[in-house]
């Protein structure tokens, strides 16, 4: 099918037939189609500074770290610009491995119902079917799956709440097993596996277990982030903060590729005299971020409005 045309919810094939678009195609054209807004703002930002490499500040990159500062969770102090959900994942798992290299944790544990991207260190983050086109061996090495807190085909053949979160608990008994666990990544809400709502207490025990056990926690929020579920963040509506977010989709509402990864402050700290060898050509390109200042503008009114 070929797509002419998108005007708020619709968009238009070429024989004139118009669609409702129910889920926003990827879960990501937040604000519909056409938003004025955000379209002149990408325009102004093209006439101002199309262009600049990743090393160089930017009133617009200022503006948009800014507005993420007031709306991320509060201890969200350093953030890296990539262009996809993929990219700020990639850059999760490097930045939890460089962080916790002195510790010699390099493993991540993910969840095996997950999409994390389609690269092949995200890829080997997801736990669905797509991983397994890929996957061997030396691919494999310092990734791992667990069973994830899916009550509704429970992998532990269990009930919630008389199952005391046996998932939470085999990660945990994962996690002291291997010993050098870098970090746990998560969907808040799992997205494309299945759109699953975790059991009351899942996010904050995962928080606990993270913490005791010195392991960083990755909530990717690629999907759920930017009102998606109702609050800014997943992560909100269990008032956990996690120590990296990774996000993108809603971030620009689709109208342009962005993405994040957010750090924490002690992470943020060690990389003040530690480099980060990361980057990309599009890294905080000004049109992305010029799209992204909008899209939040116009996310803070509907939130004023609701
Ligand atoms: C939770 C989650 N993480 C990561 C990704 C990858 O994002 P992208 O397609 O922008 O690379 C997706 C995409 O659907 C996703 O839903």
Not at 140 to 148: E, K, M, Q
Request: net charge negative.
């Amino acid at each position: 099918m070929k797509i002419i045309s998108g005007e708020g919810s619709y968009f238009t094939d070429s024989s004139g037939k118009s669609y409702l678009d129910m889920s926003s195609q990827l879960m990501c054209c937040h604000l519909g189609y056409g938003n004025k807004n955000v379209i002149n703002a990408i325009k102004k930002q093209a006439e101002t500074l199309s262009y600049i490499g990743p090393s160089f500040d930017t009133d617009i990159r200022e503006t948009v770290s800014e507005k993420l500062k007031s709306i991320l969770p509060d201890n969200m102090v350093k953030y890296f610009y990539g262009t996809s959900g993929t990219e700020a994942n990639e850059a999760a798992i490097k930045i939890a491995r460089m962080y916790m290299a002195d510790k010699k944790k390099n493993k991540i544990i993910s969840f095996y119902n997950s999409y994390h991207g389609s690269t092949l260190g995200s890829l080997q983050l997801t736990g669905d079917f797509r991983r397994m086109l890929v996957d061997s061996y030396e691919n494999a090495s310092g990734f791992l799956r667990v069973a994830p807190q899916f009550c509704y085909h429970c992998p532990f053949k269990l009930k919630y709440p008389e199952c005391n979160l046996a998932c939470a608990e085999n990660l945990e008994y994962t996690i002291k097993q291997e010993g050098n666990i870098a970090a746990v990544i998560f969907e808040p809400v799992t997205g494309t596996n299945g759109v699953v709502v975790p059991p009351d207490g899942f996010v904050k025990r995962l928080r606990e277990i993270t913490e005791e056990n010195d392991v960083l926690l990755i909530a990717d929020e690629v999907m759920t982030g930017f009102c998606r579920t109702g609050e800014w963040f997943a992560v909100n509506h269990w008032n956990v903060k996690p120590d990296i977010i990774t996000t993108a989709k809603g971030i620009t509402a689709a109208y342009a590729p962005l993405s994040l990864t957010a750090v924490d402050k002690k992470i943020s700290d060690f990389f003040e005299d530690h480099i980060f060898a990361h980057g990309h050509t599009y890294e905080a390109h000004p049109l992305m971020l010029a799209a992204a200042s909008a899209a939040i503008d116009e996310y803070k009114i509907m939130f004023l409005i609701m």
